[in-house]
Structure formats: C-alpha cells, structure tokens
Nanobody, 122 residues
C-alpha cells in the first residue's frame, strides 16, 4: 500500500499550488481520500476529503480556497489550493479511509502517505 503526495514547494502569498496524491496497492475506487496538514508545533488538521463517488467535504481551515478532485483511472487525488496565506505553510498529507463520514478525523484513516512541504512566503 502506498500513497505518495507530491507537488509541494514554495508559493507566494496569494498564489496557488496543486498537490497530487498517487495511490497504489489497494482498491482505490473503494476509498475516500483525505488531505491533512501539520504546521510546526501544531496538531495535524484536516483540509478536506473526497468520497469514492466524488462527494467533497472541506474543513474551515481552507474552505473557499481549496478544491479536491479525483481521477479514478489514474488512482490519483488532487487538491488545488488558491489564494495561499502564510498560515497555510505546513506539511500536507494524504490518507485513505473507507469511512467517508469520518474523513476529517486522522484516527479514521486506514492508510497514510508521506507528506509534502508547502511553504507560503510573503
């Protein structure tokens, strides 16, 4: 089982980034995929998630500035982040869960990927 997040980097305030999460080793279509982030010294928090049939949920942390989508043919989920702010600086993780109803809860995840660093500079 592998979840590989990529696409992080340095962005300017107000800029955009698109992160990808490529999955392998499990039946991707059966899982909701969640995005979380963790800034230094802070707890991991949810960004949002997408169900196996494309329903989405967004946490308040980035609501209105983020869009999650998935391509089941490529076993990949994307998160488009716009109007980035310095407080969005964090390591971003993707995770998979069979429990879409708890997709914002780290403890409900079945699998985790390694994170990708996003740094927003002013």
């Amino acid at each position: 089982v592998q979840l590989q997040a990529s696409g992080g980097g340095v962005a300017q305030v107000g800029g955009s980034l698109r992160l990808s999460c490529a999955a392998s080793g499990f039946t991707f279509d059966n899982y909701a995929i969640s995005w979380f982030r963790q800034a230094p010294g802070r707890e991991r928090e949810g960004v949002g998630c997408i169900s196996s049939d494309d329903h989405t949920y967004y946490e308040n942390s980035m609501k209105g500035r983020v869009t999650i989508s998935r391509d089941n043919a490529k076993d990949t989920v994307y998160v488009q982040m716009n109007n980035l702010k310095p407080e969005d600086t964090a390591v971003y993780y993707c995770a998979a869960t069979t429990n879409y109803g708890m997709c914002w809860t780290p403890g409900a995840m079945n699998f985790w990927g390694k994170g990708t660093q996003v740094t927003v500079s002013s």
